[in-house]
């Protein structure tokens, strides 16, 4: 089975607690004009990676952060008072995932992922029909059945086109549980690179993935609120421009999302080469979104941990975590388009039509017992913009290609240039490291 970042299936275990994101202390140290070792761009988890393995070869990496916390899309977010992950949750294909050795080094507990309570699904706000959900488990695992069979070795195509002869009525069930998987519409997304992408089994973080990435950057030089706005580039060093001056550096490794590079927040001098410019036009962001609601009182008879899944329209398909672990926390997630018209709209409008969503769900009296809403919207993050990275029909070399060093000193590192593991926290961690490991051959 392909990583799943929301599962519609499953439960997961998060327990509350103070963010260690929020607990750590920011260095405040001015990244005034001045010669560095290495400068790596962004916090999170690639990062962090590259930045440990930089030093562990005895280099003295910088890092350079936009936000004033550390993790990136790795984020606890306990702003609703009980904490849960607002980005990454489960530590996918856990057999061979670095975060299961780096959490047991820090002491941190994972555990496997629980079973929930169990799973309704509605249409429209109603029961769904025993016939239309006939139709729906018809659907299930239409894709990997078809990837085991389908000849993708002459030429690449959609994940829609590889569905194509379901039909009109069968074809958008079954590519529906992508939005919740890869974030994605089905026609935009790579049969090959989806094909590829690891499985395997996922433990959670009791106490938070986003605190545990959090976590692991202790002891690092990372300077937040440091935005990177440009970056020159040549055989004799980088000089990189952030909001309080300029750093030489021998190399840097540039982490920040595909999303972030795409939408020209960084100027590079000269303009990247055209093989990366390439691939960087073959690789978009997904949208997966979570919002989730702080509820009180009344918890209309539903056990804690179970599953509401709105699947009326295969487009807005919305998997909702009922009080999961008990905590006072209903968690909304959803993808594609739909995510991204929401995101735009903003946290008002996307909490009425959420909220609209369950009181249909669970009777009128829901709307009362939310009393706050928190809804990182990845798309219009300006950091982030966008879940992770998706490769388009066609393209499923641009991860390879975007990994390339670029004349030698700068290196894109991230969850984007991870392969198999792309598109996870764990790939973004071996993708920094990887990319370390090639910097620290430079000359100091
Ligand atoms: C809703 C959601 C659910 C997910 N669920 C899972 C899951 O269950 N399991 C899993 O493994 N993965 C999951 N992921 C994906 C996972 O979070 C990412 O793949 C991973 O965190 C990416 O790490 P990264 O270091 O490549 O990028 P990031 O974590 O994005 O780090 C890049 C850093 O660069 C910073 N930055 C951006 N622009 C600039 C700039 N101009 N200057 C300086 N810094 C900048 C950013 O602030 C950020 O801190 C999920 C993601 C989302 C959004």
Same mark, same amino acid.
Request: a positive charge; proline letters at 5%.
């Given at each position: 089975?392909?990583?799943?970042?929301?599962?519609?299936?499953?439960?997961?275990?998060?327990?509350?607690?103070?963010?260690?994101?929020?607990?750590?202390?920011?260095?405040?140290?001015?990244?005034?004009?001045?010669?560095?070792?290495?400068?790596?761009?962004?916090?999170?988890?690639?990062?962090?990676?590259?930045?440990?393995?930089?030093?562990?070869?005895?280099?003295?990496?910088?890092?350079?952060?936009?936000?004033?916390?550390?993790?990136?899309?790795?984020?606890?977010?306990?702003?609703?008072?009980?904490?849960?992950?607002?980005?990454?949750?489960?530590?996918?294909?856990?057999?061979?995932?670095?975060?299961?050795?780096?959490?047991?080094?820090? /002491?941190?507990?994972?555990?496997?992922?629980?079973?929930?309570?169990?799973?309704?699904?509605?249409?429209? /706000?109603?029961?769904?029909?025993?016939?239309?959900?006939?139709?729906?488990?018809?659907?299930?695992?239409?894709?990997?059945?078809?990837?085991?069979?389908?000849?993708?070795?002459?030429?690449?195509?959609?994940?829609?086109?590889?569905?194509?002869?379901?039909?009109?009525?069968?074809?958008?069930?079954?590519?529906?549980?992508?939005?919740?998987?890869?974030?994605?519409?089905?026609?935009?997304? +790579?049969?090959?690179?989806?094909?590829?992408?690891?499985? /395997?089994?996922?433990?959670?973080?009791?106490?938070?993935?986003?605190?545990?990435?959090?976590?692991?950057?202790?002891?690092?030089?990372?300077?937040?609120?440091?935005?990177? +706005?440009?970056?020159?580039?040549?055989?004799?060093?980088?000089?990189?421009?952030?909001?309080?001056?300029?750093?030489?550096?021998?190399?840097?490794?540039?982490?920040?999302?595909?999303?972030?590079?795409?939408? /020209?927040?960084?100027?590079?001098?000269?303009?990247?080469?055209?093989?990366?410019?390439?691939?960087?036009?073959?690789?978009?962001?997904?949208?997966?979104?979570?919002?989730?609601?702080?509820?009180?009182?009344?918890?209309?008879?539903?056990?804690?941990?179970?599953?509401?899944?709105?699947?009326?329209?295969?487009?807005?398909?919305?998997?909702?975590?009922?009080?999961?672990?008990?905590?006072?926390?209903?968690?909304?997630?959803?993808?594609?388009?739909?995510?991204?018209?929401?995101?735009?709209?903003?946290?008002?409008?996307?909490?009425?039509?959420?909220?609209?969503?369950?009181?249909?769900?669970?009777?009128?009296?829901?709307?009362?017992?939310?009393?706050?809403?928190?809804?990182?919207?990845?798309?219009?993050?300006?950091?982030?913009?966008?879940?992770?990275?998706?490769?388009?029909?066609?393209?499923?070399?641009?991860?390879?290609?975007?990994?390339?060093?670029?004349?030698?000193?700068?290196?894109?590192?991230?969850?984007?240039?991870?392969?198999?593991?792309?598109?996870?926290?764990?790939?973004?961690?071996?993708?920094?490291?990887?990319?370390?490991?090639?910097?620290?051959?430079?000359?100091?």
């Amino acid at each position: 089975m392909k990583p799943r970042h929301a599962r519609i299936d499953r439960r997961k275990l998060l327990s509350g607690g103070m963010s260690m994101a929020a607990a750590f202390a920011v260095t405040g140290r001015p990244a005034a004009a001045s010669d560095a070792d290495i400068v790596v761009i962004g916090a999170g988890a690639a990062g962090i990676a590259a930045a440990r393995t930089l030093r562990e070869a005895g280099r003295k990496p910088i890092v350079l952060e936009a936000r004033r916390r550390i993790g990136g899309r790795a984020f606890t977010d306990a702003s609703l008072g009980p904490a849960y992950d607002a980005g990454a949750m489960f530590i996918h294909w856990a057999e061979r995932n670095p975060w299961v050795q780096i959490a047991r080094d820090l /002491g941190i507990a994972t555990a496997a992922e629980s079973w929930g309570s169990g799973f309704k699904v509605f249409a429209e /706000g109603r029961p769904m029909a025993d016939e239309d959900r006939r139709r729906r488990r018809a659907a299930f695992g239409q894709i990997d059945r078809r990837l085991e069979t389908v000849d993708l070795g002459q030429r690449d195509m959609s994940i829609a086109e590889l569905l194509g002869d379901l039909g009109p009525d069968q074809a958008p069930i079954a590519a529906s549980g992508l939005l919740l998987s890869i974030g994605e519409e089905s026609s935009r997304i +790579s049969a090959r690179d989806y094909q590829r992408l690891w499985a /395997g089994d996922d433990l959670v973080v009791p106490s938070g993935y986003g605190n545990l990435v959090a976590a692991s950057a202790t002891g690092l030089d990372i300077r937040l609120d440091e935005p990177v +706005s440009a970056i020159r580039w040549g055989s004799r060093g980088v000089t990189v421009t952030s909001r309080s001056g300029e750093i030489r550096a021998q190399g840097c490794i540039v982490t920040v999302p595909v999303g972030v590079l795409k939408a /020209g927040a960084i100027r590079f001098t000269p303009e990247l080469p055209a093989a990366t410019r390439d691939a960087l036009a073959g690789i978009h962001m997904g949208a997966l979104t979570k919002i989730a609601f702080r509820v009180e009182g009344d918890r209309f008879g539903i056990a804690p941990g179970t599953s509401f899944l709105e699947a009326g329209a295969p487009g807005r398909l919305v998997n909702f975590d009922m009080f999961p672990d008990g905590r006072d926390l209903v968690i909304g997630y959803f993808g594609g388009d739909y995510a991204r018209k929401l995101s735009e709209a903003g946290t008002e409008e996307a909490r009425t039509q959420i909220v609209d969503m369950l009181a249909q769900m669970v009777g009128g009296d829901f709307r009362k017992t939310v009393k706050a809403v928190s809804f990182p919207a990845w798309w219009t993050d300006p950091f982030a913009r966008g879940s992770y990275s998706v490769c388009a029909p066609g393209h499923e070399g641009a991860r390879a290609a975007l990994a390339q060093p670029i004349g030698g000193r700068l290196l894109i590192a991230g969850e984007a240039t991870a392969g198999g593991g792309a598109m996870t926290v764990g790939g973004a961690t071996l993708a920094g490291r990887a990319a370390a490991a090639t910097l620290a051959r430079l000359k100091a």
